[in-house]
């Protein structure tokens, strides 16, 4: 995609926890996405700091995402229909990948990702 929005596309992979997404969104100055991406695993201070600066739609959209319907009420109320989709989009994707991660295939690679990650921290112990 070469349509000068990466921020969005690094928002979505950063949500399913791309550490380099985030990290791009960051260096980049997109911090109410990167506050919005946060705030949807419910970070309080990631949602006081969208609410602090005014991103109302996207503290209502990580709301949104978390199940709450007063959320989606101010969001159509305010005429941000588009963020109700988009929220109702991300919401679709975390079921999805969760559902992934619950069948065997996803518990296999859940499984190898564990054992890496226990593989990294023991080199890291080892070179201090």
């Known amino acids: 995609m070469n349509n000068g929005y990466k921020e969005l596309i690094a928002c979505i992979d950063a ?4 550490k380099k997404a985030f990290s791009f969104l960051m260096e980049n100055k ?7 991406v ?11 700091f969208l609410m ?5 739609e996207w503290a209502a959209s990580a709301n949104l995402i978390n199940g709450d319907d007063k959320a989606e009420d101010f969001l159509n109320k305010s005429g941000f229909k588009h963020y109700v ?3 109702h ?25 564990i054992k ?3 593989k990294e921290a023991f080199k890291k112990d080892e070179n201090n």
């Open 15 to 18: 949500i399913r926890d791309d």
């Open 30 to 36: 997109h911090y109410i996405l990167a506050a919005f």
């Open 38 to 48: 946060n705030a949807i695993w419910d970070d309080q201070k990631a949602f006081k």
């Open 52 to 56: 602090d600066a005014k991103a109302f």
């Open 85 to 87: 989709l988009l929220a």
């Open 89 to 113: 989009a991300i919401q679709s994707r975390i079921h999805d990948d969760g559902d992934r991660n619950i069948g065997p295939l996803g518990t296999f690679k859940n499984i190898f990702n």
């Open 116 to 118: 890496q990650a226990f």
